[in-house]
C-alpha cells in the first residue's frame, strides 16, 4: 500500500484536469491567537492559515502566508523583526519586514523530528522549541541558521515567555512555576495543579497565572509561595493588564482582580461578543478570541464597545451550489456569493440561524433553526423557499445530507432515518429497531439513484446494504478493528465510497455492488474529510488535507486519479458537484490568496 500512497502524492501527467475558475472572498475569518509586539503598537493575530499583522485599532497592515492549516501558538521576537507560529506540528519564523519565512521547523523532509508544540523567543531572538514527545528535549533554535542547541534533556508540556525574552512561565506535568530562558533554571516556588486551561505572563516577567480547577486562579512569582485567588467565573482566560492587575474572560464576562490581595477591581463588565480569551496590550488595549465569533478589539476598561475584525477567510462552514449560484455558510449565516466581496449579500432567514447547507448535483438545502424549531428550505436561484417538510424524530437530528444525484435529502436520529424524495415530496421511514440492529444505531448513510437500496454504516461499525422497500439487510460486514468511518456515498452503479481512518492515517475503500471487500484501498498522509460522488457516478472527488491540501478526483471503477487541484487552504468548509459533473464548488480558498471558496472547473 506503500507505492499507491506515494503515488497519490506525487502522481504522474494525469489525464484531467481541474482549474479554477472563480475565487470568492469572505471576511469574518476565525482567529486561533493573538500576541503583541512589545511596544505595543502592533499586534500579530492568527486568523486560519495565515498571521495577520494590525494595528491597535485592529486595522491589518501586512498578512504572513505559507501554512495550509491553522496557525496557533504565536510569538513575537523582543525586537519586533519576527514572528513564530505552529502549524500541523511545523514551527513557522517570518519576517515581519516583507512577509518571509525564514525559518520551517522541522525542515522539509526531516522525517526524525518530533513535531513542534511551540516556539517561543528568547532575549536573542532565539527560540525555545518545544517537542510533542514527554521524552523530547528542550532545543533552542536559531532562526538565522537553523542550527539547534540542547538547553534541557526534557522539555515540559508547554511554557510562554516574557516581552523581553528573558522569562518563562513554565507549565509541567502538574507543576508551573517561572525560569530564566537563558539558562531553564528555575526560579522561586512551583504551583501545583490537577488540571490546566489557561496560563498567562505579565509583560515584565515577574508574576504568573494559571488556571484550570472551576473558580481558581494561581498566583506564583519567582520570589513567593504560590497564592489562590478566587473567581466568580469557571475556567477564564486570563491575561495581565501589568504585574499588579490579572484579567479574566470567560462568555464575554470580564473581571479584574488585583494580584496583590485578589480582591475584584470594579464591577464584572460584559461584551456582547462572548470572548473567552484576551491577549492585552500594555495600554489596555485586548483582542478577544471566541469560538463563536471572529476575532474582537476592545478596551478593557469598556468590553461593551468590542468590535468584530473582519479578516479576510481561509475557508467556510459549508457550501452549496444551485443550478450557477454559490452560496457560502460562515456563523451560522448564509451568504449569496457574488463575483467580488462587495457584490456578496446575506441569505435572507429573518433571526433564524443556518447550522448546515447540504448540497449536491446543483441542488441545495439547508436546515434553518426557527424559532418553532428546525425547518428545511429549499435554494431556489438566490433565495431560500420551503422545502419539504422535517421528519418528526424523537431524538436530536444526527444526519442532514442530499443524495450525489441530488434527488433525496437523508436525514435521520440515530434510532429513525427518514429518506425523502425531493421531486414527489414523499418520505419514507426506517427504524433501527425494525432492521433488527439490537442496540445499535445509524451513523453514515447513502441511498442509490431510483431510492431503492440503503447503504449506511452503524456507529458499532457495521456496513450493511438495505432493501429499501422490504427493510432487508442485503449485504453485512464488520469494518476492522481499530478503522472508524467517518465519510459514505453511493453511486448509481452500486460502486460504495467509504472514507475512514486507521492507524492514524486516512483511507478511501471502493466497492462493487454487492461485494462486502473493498477492491481499491486508497491511503492518505493526512485527512479526507469529504468525498462525493459526481450525479453520474463516473467520478469521485475528495476532499483532502496533508502533504497536499486540495481536491482529488479519481475514476471509481479503478481508483485512478484523474485529476487535483492547485493546493488550497486549510481543510473541509464542504464539497459539491453541479449537475453536470463539470464543476466542483469547495469551502476552501486558493492558498497564498485572499480567498474563501473556489469554483474548479472539472474535465476528464
Known amino acids: 500500500m506503500l507505492a499507491l500512497s506515494l503515488a497519490l502524492a506525487f502522481p504522474s501527467a494525469l489525464a484531467g484536469s481541474l482549474t479554477v475558475t472563480q475565487s470568492y472572498a469572505l471576511n469574518n475569518g476565525v482567529a486561533q491567537d493573538a500576541a503583541w509586539f512589545r511596544d505595543g503598537k502592533r499586534v500579530a493575530i492568527a486568523v486560519e492559515n495565515t498571521v495577520v499583522i494590525a494595528d491597535p485599532a485592529g486595522k491589518a497592515l501586512s498578512t504572513l502566508r505559507g501554512p495550509t492549516e491553522p496557525v496557533t501558538r504565536l510569538s513575537v521576537s523582543p525586537d519586533g523583526t519576527l514572528v513564530a507560529g505552529r502549524s500541523d506540528g511545523v514551527l513557522y519564523v517570518w519576517r515581519v519586514a516583507g512577509g518571509a519565512i525564514v525559518r520551517r521547523w522541522p525542515p522539509v523532509g526531516d522525517t526524525k523530528s518530533f513535531p513542534v508544540v511551540r516556539g517561543a523567543f528568547r532575549a536573542d531572538n532565539s527560540l525555545l522549541l518545544l517537542q510533542d514527545d514527554q521524552d523530547a528535549p528542550l532545543l533552542v533554535l536559531n532562526p538565522a541558521t537553523g542550527a539547534t542547541t540542547q538547553l534541557a534533556e526534557y522539555g515540559p508540556e508547554d511554557l510562554i515567555t516574557s516581552a523581553d525574552g528573558k522569562t518563562a512561565l513554565v507549565v509541567d506535568y502538574g507543576k508551573a512555576f517561572i525560569t530564566d530562558t537563558a539558562t531553564f533554571k528555575k526560579k522561586g516556588p512551583s504551583a501545583t495543579y490537577t488540571k490546566i486551561g489557561n496560563a498567562a505572563l505579565s509583560p515584565d516577567g515577574t508574576v504568573g497565572a494559571i488556571s484550570g480547577d472551576s473558580g481558581k486562579v494561581q498566583i506564583l512569582s519567582a520570589s513567593a509561595p504560590a497564592r489562590t485567588l478566587t473567581t466568580s467565573l469557571k475556567v477564564p482566560g486570563i491575561a495581565f493588564l501589568n504585574s499588579a492587575n490579572l484579567l479574566l474572560m470567560e462568555g464575554g464576562s470580564l473581571e479584574q482582580l488585583a494580584v496583590a490581595t485578589g480582591n475584584k477591581v470594579g464591577s464584572v463588565l460584559k461584551s456582547p461578543l462572548e470572548e473567552d480569551r484576551l491577549i492585552v496590550s500594555a495600554s489596555g488595549v485586548a483582542i478577544g478570541l ?153 451513523d453514515l448513510v447513502a441511498v442509490s439513484a431510483d431510492g431503492k437500496e440503503i447503504a449506511l454504516v ?147
Open 290 to 442: 471566541s469560538s463563536n465569533f471572529p476575532p474582537s478589539v476592545l478596551a478593557v476598561t469598556q468590553p461593551a464597545g468590542s468590535k468584530i475584525l473582519g479578516f479576510p477567510a481561509s475557508k467556510v462552514q459549508s457550501v452549496g451550489l444551485t443550478g450557477t449560484q454559490p452560496t457560502a455558510l460562515q456563523y451560522n449565516a448564509g451568504t449569496v456569493l457574488g463575483s467580488a466581496a462587495a457584490n456578496n449579500r446575506p441569505l435572507e432567514t429573518g433571526d433564524a440561524a443556518v447550522p448546515i447547507l447540504a448540497s449536491a448535483a446543483g441542488v441545495t438545502l439547508a436546515l434553518i433553526d426557527a424559532e418553532d424549531g428546525y425547518e428545511v428550505g429549499l435554494m431556489q436561484g438566490s433565495k431560500l423557499v420551503s422545502g419539504p417538510a422535517l421528519t418528526d424524530f424523537e431524538d436530536d437530528l444526527q444526519l442532514f445530507q442530499i443524495s450525489s444525484d441530488g434527488k433525496f435529502l437523508l436525514t435521520h436520529d440515530g434510532y429513525t432515518l427518514a429518506v425523502t424524495d425531493l421531486a414527489r415530496n414523499t418520505t419514507s421511514v426506517h427504524s433501527a429497531e425494525d432492521l433488527d440492529f439490537g442496540d445499535d444505531l445509524f
Open 458 to 604: 452503524t456507529y458499532d461499525g457495521y456496513a450493511l446494504r438495505v432493501n429499501a422497500q422490504t427493510d432487508e439487510i442485503t449485504t453485512e460486514a464488520q469494518l476492522p478493528e481499530g478503522a472508524e468511518a467517518n465519510l459514505l456515498d453511493l453511486a448509481p452503479d452500486g460502486t460504495i465510497a467509504l472514507g475512514l481512518r486507521r492507524d492514524d492515517e486516512a483511507e478511501v475503500w471502493l466497492f462493487k455492488k454487492n461485494a462486502t471487500t473493498p477492491f481499491k484501498q486508497l491511503k492518505f498522509s493526512g485527512w479526507v474529510d469529504d468525498l462525493r460522488f459526481s450525479p453520474s457516478g463516473k467520478e469521485l472527488a475528495l476532499n483532502v488535507s496533508g502533504a497536499y491540501s486540495g481536491i482529488i478526483v479519481l475514476d471509481p471503477s479503478s481508483g485512478t486519479e484523474l485529476a487535483r487541484s492547485v493546493p488550497l487552504s486549510l481543510y473541509d468548509g464542504g464539497l459539491t458537484w453541479n449537475a453536470g459533473g463539470t464543476q466542483l464548488l469547495v469551502g476552501r480558498g486558493v492558498n497564498g490568496k485572499v480567498a474563501s471558496v473556489t469554483l474548479l472547473n472539472f474535465k476528464r
